[in-house]
């Protein structure tokens, strides 16, 4: 099997940090992905975040994004989430099926699926992501192979079953109230805080979610565990991501590149104007 730095995090059972990508073309991606080479640190994952990023979500950008990505030596693993939502799902949608198959046969190494509401709703995204038996997930693609560093399409699909990574969001109150069920379909749940806090009739985290939120996270974090699946935290911070690795999360965003980039602009103008000027 080819490198996939996140499936590697998780099977040595150590938690798999990553970065969100808002922006940006095949240099901005790449300039991400090598962030950390020649540190003793370890980016597990990228996310090419096609729902609320400025990425358009088609195969020719799509594959050049994650070509890039994949392109830097034991970098991390290009994962896609996609602009349908968990409510567009169901047999016979167009909606999810097609955009699923359309990240992954851009090569990347798995997908995430936001507001997943129902354990049906999960289940559509578990078919649409594999090839059959497992799945309904079309096959024909003659170059998603060469992002898998797999010599011929043949032998992709062999073992493409095996390196893709399906995750679904969990913030909806359907969501929460359903997902028990939902964690026995797919390989893990992610919490997005800051629709789940306005689903929930909260503020917005500001660092952090509401204590009331809070008490929701940390059964997502059971159901999860519970299940034997993944669960994995958005954060937007380093500070925030320690302390969820802590509390046992197993995939955990640490910042964003505009998040990052905007934080180290700031801090270099702070030590340039030696903090005296507003």
């Given at each position: 099997?080819?490198?996939?730095?996140?499936?590697?995090?998780?099977?040595?059972?150590?938690?798999?940090?990553?970065?969100?990508?808002s922006v940006g073309g095949y240099v901005h991606v790449r300039s991400v992905a090598r962030a950390l080479v020649g540190t003793p640190y370890k980016q597990s994952w990228v996310m090419i975040d096609c729902e609320?990023?400025?990425?358009?979500?088609?195969?020719?950008?799509?594959?050049?994004?994650?070509?890039?990505?994949?392109g830097v030596k034991n970098g991390p693993s290009a994962l896609v989430r996609i602009p349908a939502t968990g409510h567009g799902t169901g047999r016979g949608s167009e909606g999810i099926n097609w955009q699923i198959k359309y990240a992954l046969d851009a090569g990347a190494r798995?997908?995430?699926?936001?507001?997943?509401?129902?354990?049906?709703?999960?289940?559509?995204?578990?078919?649409?992501?594999?090839?059959?038996p497992q799945?309904?997930?079309?096959?024909?693609?003659?170059?998603?192979?060469?992002?898998?560093d797999i010599p011929t399409a043949t032998e992709y699909l062999k073992v493409a079953n095996q390196g893709v990574v399906v995750l679904v969001q969990i913030e909806t109150r359907e969501g929460v109230n359903n997902v028990q069920e939902i964690?026995?379909?797919?390989?893990?749940?992610?919490?997005?805080?800051?629709?789940l806090s306005n689903a929930l009739g909260y503020p917005p985290p500001s660092p952090d979610p509401h204590p009331e939120v809070e008490k929701i996270i940390q059964s997502i974090l059971k159901a999860a565990h519970d299940a034997g699946k993944k669960c994995a935290m958005f954060c937007t911070s380093g500070s925030q991501a320690a302390r969820r690795a802590a509390e046992g999360f197993d995939m955990i965003n640490v910042t964003s590149d505009v998040g990052a980039m905007q934080a180290g602009l700031a801090a270099e103008y702070k030590v340039a104007m030696g903090g005296t000027q507003q």
């Amino acid at each position: 099997m080819v490198t996939h730095a996140l499936l590697d995090a998780f099977k040595a059972r150590m938690p798999a940090f990553g970065t969100w990508l808002s922006v940006g073309g095949y240099v901005h991606v790449r300039s991400v992905a090598r962030a950390l080479v020649g540190t003793p640190y370890k980016q597990s994952w990228v996310m090419i975040d096609c729902e609320h990023g400025l990425f358009p979500l088609n195969t020719g950008p799509t594959t050049e994004l994650i070509a890039a990505i994949h392109g830097v030596k034991n970098g991390p693993s290009a994962l896609v989430r996609i602009p349908a939502t968990g409510h567009g799902t169901g047999r016979g949608s167009e909606g999810i099926n097609w955009q699923i198959k359309y990240a992954l046969d851009a090569g990347a190494r798995g997908v995430l699926v936001p507001m997943v509401s129902t354990a049906s709703q999960a289940q559509e995204v578990v078919l649409s992501s594999y090839f059959p038996p497992q799945g309904i997930r079309g096959f024909g693609s003659p170059y998603t192979q060469e992002n898998w560093d797999i010599p011929t399409a043949t032998e992709y699909l062999k073992v493409a079953n095996q390196g893709v990574v399906v995750l679904v969001q969990i913030e909806t109150r359907e969501g929460v109230n359903n997902v028990q069920e939902i964690a026995q379909v797919e390989d893990g749940l992610m919490i997005g805080p800051f629709d789940l806090s306005n689903a929930l009739g909260y503020p917005p985290p500001s660092p952090d979610p509401h204590p009331e939120v809070e008490k929701i996270i940390q059964s997502i974090l059971k159901a999860a565990h519970d299940a034997g699946k993944k669960c994995a935290m958005f954060c937007t911070s380093g500070s925030q991501a320690a302390r969820r690795a802590a509390e046992g999360f197993d995939m955990i965003n640490v910042t964003s590149d505009v998040g990052a980039m905007q934080a180290g602009l700031a801090a270099e103008y702070k030590v340039a104007m030696g903090g005296t000027q507003q």
